[in-house]
């Protein structure tokens, strides 16, 4: 099993930058690729970045790229989500996911995909 919890959420202005961090605790993790994905009030939840179990492979949804890291410390079992030019519509609940796979399988994008799921970190963007 893995148990995940996120933390370093919070309320900024446009354009200010936040770091999330993902503890994890749990033998299987370090078998895990690891997303981040996000959902604001009445949407979906979407797909934010992911990383792989080496660190080797990384992904982001379009609406992040260029703004959003993702990065992965596998002996201290965190991932981290570094948030920079924060825009209004970043707000949203921010969770972390683990997907238990092989290493080289690709990484995936879809919220049915990740077994373990966090609790979530509020991230308010005002304008």
């Not at 080797?56 to 949804?61: K, P, Q």
């Not at 238990?100 to 049915?112: E, K, M, N, S, Y």
């Not at 995909?113 to 970190?121: I, L, N, P, S």
Request: net charge neutral.
């Amino acid at each position: 099993q893995v148990q995940l919890v996120e933390s370093g959420g919070g309320l900024v202005q446009a354009g200010a930058s936040l770091r999330l961090s993902c503890q994890a605790s749990g033998s299987l993790f370090s078998r895990c690729a690891t997303g981040w994905f996000r959902q604001a009030p009445g949407k979906d939840r979407e797909f934010v970045a992911a990383i792989s179990r080496n660190g080797g492979t990384i992904l982001y949804g379009d609406s992040v790229k260029g703004r959003f890291t993702i990065s992965r410390d596998s002996a201290k079992k965190t991932v981290f989500l570094q948030m920079n030019d924060l825009k209004a519509e970043d707000t949203a609940v921010y969770y972390c996911a683990a997907d238990h796979t092989i290493l080289t399988a690709p990484l995936r994008v879809d919220v049915g995909a990740y077994e373990f799921w966090g609790q979530g970190t509020q991230v308010s963007v005002s304008e």
